[in-house]
């Protein structure tokens, strides 16, 4: 997650001749890993299903949030930039998208391409949002995506809101923290911030997440989760003749209540650049907070995985909010998004 995608902007030759020995060397030395299983198959409560994300996977989970709204109740954005505002290209993405300058994106205009692409079946008719709950965190202190960008992001919601049936967003950007995800007492120091991009800032970001998400819990969570945390294969769920850029394996962590055949909600939690698990371990699906807490929600949690990549550019494993597997990346026809229908709908969350 540090400094995004900022190192992108090497020539791709040249991270090629300088980093594909290196991905060689990592692929050899995970031969030995235990592989990953099928992802299982749930009773999922269609009402109940919701995005999340930090840093580039804040972004992922507004691009899915607009591409299936009429199959999800809400996203949470912590630390990211608008819909639509890369348009494709990197440079943008680097300046407008990551530091406000030279100008501030307009979420007035980045509105208008949501509608234009729900009007052409690119994404989820805008009825699909009507009641949707959007929440928008983002640090004061953050040095690497301005923290003026949390308004574009809500901006656009809010220019949609009265044409689609009323979207509730709710702004939450007064807390001093830095690039990173707040827990209350795990990860880095909250000044200082850095890997695994969770920090120990007192605040339960997952907490408010879930809250903002599924409502107010009846209890609080206890100290540590109590249910399995499960890698799966990720590759079975690869579109046709598109390569989504994924790792071998995703988590999912399952509540015993889930495990044990209730009908359960289902939060897509997606990561931060750096923030994958073959950079951080399990540091963010054991340790960001989400978990005790889908305990108490009864949510299972689903954390794709990024994986690392040179051809196309892409070594901070950031989820594509640019375009680096192919133009169509932010709307239905995206290569990570038909992934994450397909899982979705094996989970049990049918997506259309």
Known sequence: MARFPRELSQRAAQAARVFIPMVLLSGLAGCGAEPASPLPAIAVDPSRVAVAGVSSGAIMATQVHFAWSDRLRGAALVSGTP???????????????????????????????????????MLAPLAGLAGDRVYVLHGRDDATVAPALATSVAGVYEALSDESGGIRVEHDTQRAFPHLLPTLDRGA????????WLGRCGFDAAGEIMSQLFGAPAREPAADASGELLRFNQAPFAPPGADPVLAEAGYLYLPEACAAGAACGVMVAFHGCQQNADKVGEAFVRDAGFNRWADVHRVAVLYPQVRASYLPLNPKACWDWWGYTGEDYDTRDGAQLRWLAAALTALGAPMP
């Open 83 to 121: 819909y639509g505002c890369a348009g494709g290209s990197l440079e943008t993405a680097l300046g407008p998208c990551m530091q406000a300058q030279p100008y501030l994106p307009d979420p007035v205009r980045l509105a208008t391409v949501v509608r234009e692409r729900a009007a052409a079946g």
């Open 189 to 196: 120091d909250c000044t200082l911030g850095g890997e695994p």
